[in-house]
Nanobody
């Protein structure tokens, strides 16, 4: 059974940092593109970043460019999202998901984790 587990969320002050992890059991993350999405209360789920399986190409939403970094450690079967210079508007539940390729639309992603809450507040 494909299972993704996100971790690393929490409460942080504006300007602070968090590192989210997306770990998998029963399958190899390295075979898939991994996307990070977020959903704030009352808003649509939006794409944040993606890392491809083939050459490690990375993609970012304009709202997080220069602040977030996605990476993968295939030996640990884990994908990370390093989030720096966090803003209150980054507050959301963050999800990771798999797809054959990095795609803009969340509907192209097959398997999803349960999400981890990130709250940016003073």
């Amino acid at each position: 059974q494909v299972q993704l587990v996100e971790s690393g969320g929490g409460l942080v002050q504006p300007g602070g940092s968090l590192r989210l992890s997306c770990a998998a059991s029963e399958f190899t993350l390295g075979y898939y593109a991994i996307g990070w999405f977020r959903q704030a209360p009352g808003k649509e789920r939006e794409g944040v970043s993606c890392i491809s399986s083939s050459d490690g190409s990375t993609y970012y939403a304009d709202s997080v460019k220069g602040r977030f970094t996605i990476s993968r450690d295939n030996a640990k079967n884990t994908v990370y999202l390093q989030m720096n210079s966090l803003k209150p508007e980054d507050t959301a539940v963050y999800y990771c998901a798999t797809a054959p390729f990095c795609e803009v639309s969340r509907y192209e992603y097959d398997y999803w984790g349960q999400g981890t809450q990130v709250t940016v507040s003073s």
